[in-house]
């Protein structure tokens, strides 16, 4: 420090300036939070350093946010580093902070960081952001008597609700709600490879032995999970056609108010698989309205 460094203090109104020198086996809290930052993620984003012992994960594109929970409960009950990051399956816009990484003033022992890092590379990132590129949507839109009646009541909705994501329908069918019509038509928008592919019928409730059910396995899909513990979307039914999701959620399209539907939506922009469990796992915090 030099006499400008005293002259900006003082025009600044401080008297004194609190300075640690660290002992043998302590580590800086910049340097901590920098550490645990790098070991904590991966993906699409980049470590921005803010002042106080804290780092920030930013994301450099669209992305969706997969996080460890269990292993980031465990990392803040023990050590001296802290992690807060968004909900599970966020939607991230480019530039948008993520995380933070944030440690104990001053210094830490070395030993609790180390412990940290190993628990860390045993286990794998507690964050990841999953880069959402080119991704495309189709739909399937059904109804008893009449799929153009489907497609006019849901396709406004549809638009706003992909809107958030800055998507519109890739690829977009009617059909009458029979077993024979609805298998064909899905099976055609399955060969355009989307990222997903949601099926807005004006029938309830949607399940495996219904018509739109037995359409998702006459197609070749498997059933992956039905019911949600998410409410709006609770009659929620997923498919897998090999690595293709489809989604049937009735109720979910008459109404843009936020429902389980954008809950999975951006994992699975970011092909990613989400398994049964992991729609179980919604149900804390799945009271949406």
């Known amino acids: 420090m030099n006499a400008d460094d005293v002259r900006l203090l003082e025009s600044e109104g401080l008297a004194q300036v ?5 002992e043998e086996g302590e580590i800086s809290e910049d340097e901590a939070v920098l550490q645990a930052a790098r070991e904590m993620s991966c993906g699409s984003m980049e470590i921005r350093m ?6 920030n994960l930013v994301v450099t594109e669209n992305s969706c946010i997969v996080i460890d929970d269990e292993m ?14 968004l909900p599970n399956f966020s939607f991230a816009r480019a530039g948008s902070r993520v995380a ?3 440690s104990a003033p001053f210094a830490i022992p070395r030993v609790q960081l180390e412990a940290v890092i190993e628990v860390l590379r045993e286990r794998g990132p507690i964050l990841q952001a999953r880069p959402i590129r080119a991704p495309s949507i189709a739909v399937l839109y059904s109804d008893p008597v009449h799929g153009d009646r489907a497609r006019t009541l849901f396709e406004p909705i549809m638009r706003q609700r992909l809107d958030h994501f800055g998507l519109t329908p890739s690829f977009a069918v009617s059909s009458v709600e029979d077993e024979g019509h609805v298998t064909r038509n899905l099976e055609h928008l399955l060969r355009t490879k989307p990222s997903v592919t949601l099926i807005a019928s004006t029938t309830a409730p949607a399940g495996p032995d219904d018509v739109v059910g037995r359409a998702m396995t006459g ?6 999970r039905f019911l949600a513990p998410v409410e709006p979307g609770t009659l929620f039914l997923l498919g897998y056609k090999d690595e293709l999701p489809v989604i049937s959620a009735p109720g979910c399209f008459r109404s843009a108010k936020r429902n389980v539907v954008d809950l999975v939506m ?11 469990i992991e729609v179980a796992c919604l149900g804390h915090g799945g009271l949406l309205a």
């Open 18 to 22: 609190v300075v640690t020198e660290l």
């Open 50 to 55: 803010a002042a106080g012992g804290r780092a």
């Open 72 to 85: 980031l409960r465990q990392i803040n009950c023990v050590s001296s580093v802290v992690i807060a990051t």
């Open 100 to 102: 933070t990484v944030k």
């Open 219 to 224: 197609a070749g899909c498997h059933i992956e």
């Open 266 to 276: 951006p994992a699975m922009l970011a092909r990613y698989r989400v398994s049964s």
